[in-house]
């Protein structure tokens, strides 16, 4: 569910219609909707009652403060996987203790930022990062809590580029690999074994890959603590996919998943993490863009709107779908016409459909990607030297700007020209 409806014949994101946003703004923008936010963050808590737990949001999925700050407010801790995502968390009030550090590649700078900054733990991926890790807690005096990373070894189902849980992914320590692993943990100096992290990969559709996973998990939860190791906390990931398109089955809710994850490690009495983004933010989101012109091509005919790929990468980067509507409700009994929706940006992959069905369009009318929240504003780029477009955050009947359009002259006044040229 989602709080962008038709009312009296125009989309409105709570209650504010969406024209009102663009005239403010310009197009093309992102809107955000608090409630849904909201609701998406609770439905995750609540699956979860009844257990010690805590929801850290993956910021990688949309990371604005302003986001990040509604969810806080909530009680959701943070998942980060770099300095920058770190240092958004502080920015936006998340204490330390409420911040989780993933990612495979931290650096001897993150880790030094996050032990004097404060840090819930460390999901740790390797054993040279482990061993970072304890140097630099050790010339700190301080002790690194940490997880290990597990590799189940497990099908997400998922698209190749987002699944982390097969053996041939870059992702943890291969689970057969886990024990030694461990051993090795508890030898090093100013480091304090907390527990496990598992993640299998993002926009899963289905239960049952998480199952998998997490009955792997709880086996080696028992075997850990047959070798000595205090196992007080499973951090089991994100992932849970969303519905990209109405007509399509949807994914599991999260009453489901919580309900999955009791089952499967429930009777460990550990403390539970989980790290959703998508499900969060997805729907929470539209890109809302303007039509530029009509262009009848050899046998179709071309929407061309100014939002680009450099705006949403996902449909040139994963094939993805995005539901694509118009801002204004088409009058009944009209009937749709297909069209290839493509923008500015000269390159052949800067299409978001083909042949969509939509009811007809002109030059000045507007369209929103429904479900643009989760890895939209947060992967843009200033390719063609398009400036990155604004964020807006809706609550009730009030919205503002949360970032800016950059102007030309702020784009190219980054750029640093040497006194010898």
């Given at each position: 569910m989602d709080h962008f409806l038709y009312r009296d014949g125009a989309l409105y994101a709570e209650d504010v219609p969406l024209s009102e946003i663009a005239a403010s703004v310009g197009t093309p923008f992102y809107v955000y909707s608090t409630a849904t936010l909201e609701r998406h963050f609770k439905l995750f808590d609540d699956a979860l009652e009844g257990m010690d737990h805590l929801v850290c949001y993956a910021m990688k999925a949309a990371s604005n403060q302003a986001i990040l700050k509604t969810l806080a407010a909530l009680g959701a801790g943070m998942d980060v996987v770099s300095g920058g995502e770190y240092a958004r968390a502080k920015a936006a009030g998340v204490p330390g203790e409420r911040i989780v550090f993933s990612g495979i590649g931290k650096t001897r700078e993150e880790v030094r930022m996050a032990l004097t900054g404060g840090i819930r733990q460390f999901n740790v991926e390797s054993e040279p990062e482990m061993q970072v890790i304890s140097e630099i807690a050790t010339e700190l005096s301080v002790e690194a809590p940490i997880t290990i990373r597990v590799n189940p070894d497990v099908d997400a189902k998922t698209h190749a580029k987002i699944a982390t849980g097969k053996a041939e992914n870059k992702f943890g320590i291969p689970i057969s690999r886990a024990r030694e692993v461990y051993a090795l943990a508890a030898s090093l100096p100013g480091l304090k074994i907390i527990g496990i992290d598992v993640h299998i990969g993002s926009q899963l559709t289905e239960l049952a890959p998480f199952e998998a996973a997490y009955n792997k998990v709880a086996e080696l939860t028992?075997?850990?603590?047959?070798?000595?190791?205090?196992?007080?906390?499973?951090?089991?990931?994100?992932?849970?996919?969303?519905?990209?398109?109405?007509?399509?089955?949807?994914?599991?809710?999260?009453?489901?998943?919580?309900?999955?994850?009791?089952?499967?490690?429930?009777?460990?009495?550990?403390?539970?993490?989980?790290?959703?983004?998508?499900?969060?933010?997805?729907?929470?989101?539209?890109?809302?863009?303007?039509?530029?012109?009509?262009?009848?091509?050899?046998?179709?005919?071309?929407?061309?709107?100014?939002?680009?790929?450099?705006?949403?990468?996902?449909?040139?980067?994963?094939?993805?779908?995005?539901?694509?509507?118009?801002?204004?409700?088409?009058?009944?009994?009209?009937?749709?016409?297909?069209?290839?929706?493509?923008?500015?940006?000269?390159?052949?992959?800067?299409?978001?459909?083909?042949?969509?069905?939509?009811?007809?369009?002109?030059?000045?009318?507007?369209?929103a990607f429904r479900s643009a929240g989760a890895y939209g504003a947060v992967m843009a780029s200033e390719y063609n030297t398009r400036p990155l477009i604004p964020e807006v955050l809706v609550k009730g009947d009030q919205f503002a700007v949360i970032r800016a359009r950059p102007t030309f002259d702020e784009m190219i006044n980054r750029d640093t020209i040497p006194e010898w040229l």
């Open positions: 028992e075997q850990l603590r047959a070798d000595g190791h205090e196992i007080s906390r499973l951090d089991l990931g994100g992932g849970l996919g969303i519905p990209y398109t109405r007509s399509n089955e949807a994914p599991p809710m999260p009453t489901d998943y919580g309900a999955l994850i009791k089952k499967c490690v429930g009777h460990l009495g550990c403390e539970i993490e989980i790290e959703p983004g998508r499900l969060i933010a997805g729907n929470a989101g539209l890109m809302v863009s303007e039509v530029i012109y009509v262009k009848s091509g050899e046998d179709r005919e071309f929407l061309i709107i100014d939002g680009a790929m450099n705006d949403l990468i996902r449909p040139a980067m994963y094939d993805a779908y995005h539901d694509i509507i118009p801002v204004i409700e088409p009058e009944a009994g009209v009937l749709p016409q297909p069209y290839d929706i493509v923008g500015p940006v000269c390159e052949s992959g800067d299409t978001f459909a083909k042949g969509r069905e939509m009811p007809p369009l002109k030059a000045g009318d507007l369209v």
